[in-house]
């Protein structure tokens, strides 16, 4: 069912998962398209971003952000088009970043956009990847909290996914042996051969701890965490002396619904921080850094204007099939960043 | 036995701890008074600090210094008097901060010495408390790891410990709402009517996690961790956003000898960290803030001489003490920062 411009269709959050999320837990509802009130703009959207914090949001406990409620619309960050404006700023035709959530249709009044304009309407969906919300995840945690020297080791977890693919490669244009672990051969040997890791490790193998201290014979300094469970269990004996872990997400985890079982490795984890002056620091890019989005995309741009950033995205067609796809994104069977085109993306 | 000039008794490690401590891991020897060369000072020691990290340098299991050797002098701070000088900078009855160890008499080349003058011979052991590493520690980790803003609400374990009395009171100077967590009545009447602790919690007593989160109730924003345990298990469900987490010590852990028992809590602390933008930072006082110790000199000295601080020590006369009083710090025996005064403290 493709989008056309008289039916809303919108996928809303039919019940709250109990572990892993299934299509039981979503619904597809069709509804009116509104119309935009005097200083608003009504946006359609065409690209989707699907981001493994999102499996938060659909559970109560308590976050940085209030869960979407059953039988309302996913939220989700969007690239989008203006479609009807009656807000001075903005024309029909105009691109934005929005937070549209998985539906076609959303009203604005222009608070929160981001106008697209320059090279990056090449690309329009790279403004939900490395020219946005994942890139400057990725760009802000590396460079603020994991502050990598030149000739220091960086470790990065789901190397090929949407922020440790960035985090790799920025760390290489500073100097660093580069590290990553992902799940099989394609996305290591991908990892190696395009992204310019020195190494990747496929953690589905045996031996990962034995592997990753081979490959980091310098121990590590910064380990850029997106997925915790037994990749951090191997990195964290390797840590070097006043080393960095940036936390930014931890998707081993967030299907689990009970206490992990034993032994508990709390005070191994205490025990390390002390001895070797570690800084652990968890992150959430839209609360603790909207006041650098600027210097980023500048940043970014260059990088990527200059082909120093190699950028790869998963992309898969129709709304309809977002929950399926985010179902098997927290399994790890993507290959880059996730992007739903919601719409062919002429205006 | 008394210390007299012709003896040099020392307690050696004589074997390395399974767990808790006990005698039978020390023995006291006698040998010579060594003679100084050309360049080299005898000092006499005076005072010699008791502190918890000397459990981890027992074991030689890695660690950020070496371990004490078996059949070796155990390390310590001490307070001392110059007794000979073959050194141009230094006279006999000079008193300095050294690290004599665990003996009466040991030479120095002036390397590491610290020579005491002014205020602080008024009371010389201090410059192994708060006007030494226990105070240093106390000062850095606080402020400049802790960083806590005036209304924020800052933890402090161990709270009538060397470290721990002092976090308090600087946090209360600064304008926290400091609440305290000690083991036993009298130590927690002491925090709230000596130290100026808005509260002090008996960790003896059931029901940990429900009084703090009840004299927390705006939950906390500064959590100075040096004990580890059942007291982190109650601090972290409160930690506010963009906490942070300086970890100092970790007593109730040191004398462990297996892995702990589950169910294994380190998810809950990443997950924390993560949603909570949480800083957890371990940090060495002698390794990461030597350069910044006259700062805390200066200031620490202004806040004793104007009866801003308090400050409690447990002396413990004889050198043979020591092992039985480092035995009974472990378990919190302590009341105040332990010193062994090894010598009477007339030059």
Known sequence: MPQDKQTNRRIVLASRPH????????????????????????????????????????????????????????????VAIVEQSQHPDYQPGDWVVSQNGWQDFALSDGRGLFKLSGPVLKHP?????????????????????GQPQ?????????????????????????????????????????????????????????????RLSRYCPDGIDVYFESTGGKIFD????????????????????????APASGPNKLPLLQSAILRKRLRVQGFIISLDYADRFAEFFNKMSQWVAGDRLVFREDVVDGLDNAPETFIGMLEGKNFGKVIVRVAGDKP
């Open 19 to 78: 572990g892993a999320p299934d299509a039981s837990n979503f619904r597809l509802e069709s509804g009116h398209v509104p119309t935009p009130a005097a200083g608003q703009l009504l946006l359609r959207t065409v690209y989707l971003s699907l981001d493994p914090y999102m499996r938060g949001r659909m559970s109560d406990a308590p976050s940085y952000v209030p869960p979407v409620a059953v039988n309302e619309v996913m939220g989700a960050g969007t």
């Open 125 to 145: 969906s790279w403004a939900l990847g490395v020219l946005g919300m994942t890139g400057f995840t990725a760009y802000m945690g590396l460079l603020d909290i």
């Open 150 to 210: 030149a000739g220091e080791t960086v470790v990065v977890g789901a190397a090929t996914g949407a922020v440790g693919s960035i985090v790799g490669q920025i760390a290489k244009i500073k100097g660093c042996h580069v590290v990553g672990i992902a799940g099989g051969e394609e996305k290591c040997r991908y990892a190696e051969e395009v992204l310019g890791f020195d190494t990747c490790l496929n953690h589905h193998e045996e031996g990962l701890a034995e």
């Open 234 to 257: 191997a990195v964290l004996p390797l840590m070097n002396s006043k080393g960095r872990i940036p936390v930014c997400g931890l998707i081993a985890d967030y299907n689990s619904t």
